[in-house]
Nanobody, 125 residues
């Protein structure tokens, strides 16, 4: 079956960085738009960033992470990475990657077809 697996989560101090990776098995991410989402208890799921199918664009970022996060593809590795910089406590969440059979990406979670299991990122002192 198709599978998405997130990795790279962990605990970091405010101002630090984490690099999350989304690795696909059973299908080729090149042909899919990929989104990163996050969710914390008591809050609705938030679209963080996405990257369109192909070689890297167009991309989108939520206002809360714009300028701090970057998203990229490595089609040779069949991965999409989310580089999170200058992390703050409010970035603490479970982060999920998702794939959709579509060219242009978006930050609406219900448009995505395949989801990973999530990885925890915690930002605290």
């Amino acid at each position: 079956q198709v599978q998405l697996v997130e990795s790279g989560g962990g605990k970091v101090q405010p101002g630090g960085s984490l690099r999350l990776s989304c690795t696909a098995s059973g299908f080729t991410l090149y042909y899919y738009a990929i989104g990163w989402f996050r969710q914390v208890p008591g809050k609705e799921r938030e679209g963080v960033s996405c990257i369109s199918s192909g070689t890297g664009g167009p991309t989108h970022f939520s206002d809360s992470v714009k300028g701090r996060f970057t998203i990229s593809r490595d089609n040779e590795k069949n991965t999409v990475d989310l580089e999170m910089n200058n992390l703050q406590p409010e970035d603490t969440a479970v982060y999920y990657c998702a794939a959709e059979v579509r060219s242009l990406c978006g930050l609406d979670a219900n448009r995505y077809d395949y989801w990973g299991q999530g990885t925890q990122a915690t930002v605290s002192l």
